[in-house]
């Protein structure tokens, strides 16, 4: 095994022991009891080689030895159901742990996630955190609740029949174990075998992944083109040159697993058993009727030795699925002060003191910014596709916080106040709509639990969404994703509605009005500008005609702030404002529906 393969099997079993320790005991304790279990159900194997010798002896001699024989009969079918009791015990001990540790990481995990930056979300996919958290922890289950205990059963019945047959006879139980030796020599060659030929195989996997993707994303083109024979031709091509790695990679490896195989089927074994004594016999050193005990006894080991080689195969899924678990669960999150210290604001106001982010590269996004939301007004924030505009409005929703300086409100900087009351100070419609499958009601009470009907429906009228729910089957009872089945501008106005509803001081809007059409885009805005009185207002624009009547504007470029005024006096600079604005209002009266106001 090369040094970065060692590293990388010590960081799984690293893993996958932090994952188990709470439960390591009940596992030990399981499989203890599954082991004594196993040995003690192949007593009967031995009953029953000693009842044969004994009624040919009875046979042979005129003895009767019925008293004993019953007295081995009695013994092995105690043993059998001590076994199978002891078996049974160390399988609900193992259940139990695993009922244990499946609540611990899920509620462990769920805590994690609640903690950290919400940003985090926005760069994993949900499928990766929803395989950690669903499906990871399921593939633990069949470790801690059917590993320990299968593999103590295996080692029990091996580790006994073994010492059994040394006990009858040192030189037999060597020459019984031959295939056995022979069997763990052709799986060590054929893994060789194997983890030469990984390499050559995935990066052969990954050229079809990658010819997939290409394929199924240009589809559209390649019909529209003609081009159907070149993108075919790289896809078999593709395909293909993986079939060939497949086959070169499984033909070395098939052989040596079937020769592997092949050495401890139950007939070789037994072969081999009846070969030795044979010879055994001719040359003096046992007897005819001490080769029956190993007839019985060296072909049981068969199976076990196989289950553990597949259980110890399967060990390498569950590794990785403990590697992501634990990688969830040390997801870095927000710094806190201890909740004695959590601080209340005393006022509204937001105030970004030399703020400054980048990334985990190196990127720098934001560098010394500094400005204040004053209540009562309405600050936008502009700039080109790249500039930090959304990465701004999220440090403001602790989405993730700064590298330096620090975000207050009220005078309290942000990592002071507790996160719910946090989200109450502050309302936010962002350009991802997020909307749980749930009546509409309940996505538009989401933060505000106790509002009444009258008062859901005055927000969702500001939001020019009142009437589009009654035409919905059920009205506010609809349920988002069955019967409510909403237009991406609909869902958006269902989050103002929503901010509308828990009527926070300071208002985020990243793009709020995106997926709304001309008509509703100019509705909402004045709708709210109406609910913006009194509030810190901080609005993300692409198109400024919608923001041209804003107290304050600020030009970001580059991560930094360019320009900051009113409309008329960012005009008069003839900077990087003017240039956004001419561009803007060009394409505004290109398009079918300009907005009012717009200078065409």
Known sequence: MSNSSAVVVEGKKRGIGRILRPIRG???AAALLSAVGAMLTLVPLAGFAHIATKITLDTAMGISLTGEIWRVVAISLGSLFAGVIMVSAGELVAHLADNRI??????AVAQRLARVPLGWFTAQSSGDVKQAMQDDIAILHS????FYTAVGRALGAICIS???????????????LLPFIGFILFLRRAMKTGDASMTALAARMGQINSATVEFIGGIAEVKAFGAAGRAHKGFHEAVDGFARAFVSATRPLVTSMAHAHAMVAPVT???VVLVFGVLFINLGWIEPLDILPFVLVAPSICAPLLLLHTLLHDLSGATDAAKRVLALMETPVLESVPSSQYQHPRSYDVRFNDVSYGYSDGHAVLSNISFTLKPGTVTAIVGASGAGKSTLARMLLRFFDPDEGHITLGGVDLRCIETEKLYRYIGFVLQEVQLIHASVRDNLALGCPSASQQEIENATRIANIHERILALPRGYDSVIG???????GER??????RAILLDPPVLVLDEATASADAGNELAIQKALSHFAEGRSLMVIAHRLDTIKHADRILVLEDGRIAEEGTHPQLLDLKGRYADLWLKGNYECCQSSTPLEGASC
């Open 26 to 28: 009940q596992l030990t």
């Open 143 to 146: 470790l801690t609740a059917h």
């Open 269 to 271: 074994v037994l072969g």
């Open 102 to 107: 499946t609540y611990h990481l899920r509620q």
């Open 162 to 176: 073994v010492v059994y047959m040394f006990a009858l006879d040192w030189r037999m139980a060597i020459a019984t």
């Open 482 to 488: 069955e019967d409510a089945q909403l237009s991406g």
């Open 492 to 497: 958006q106005r269902l989050c103002i509605a």
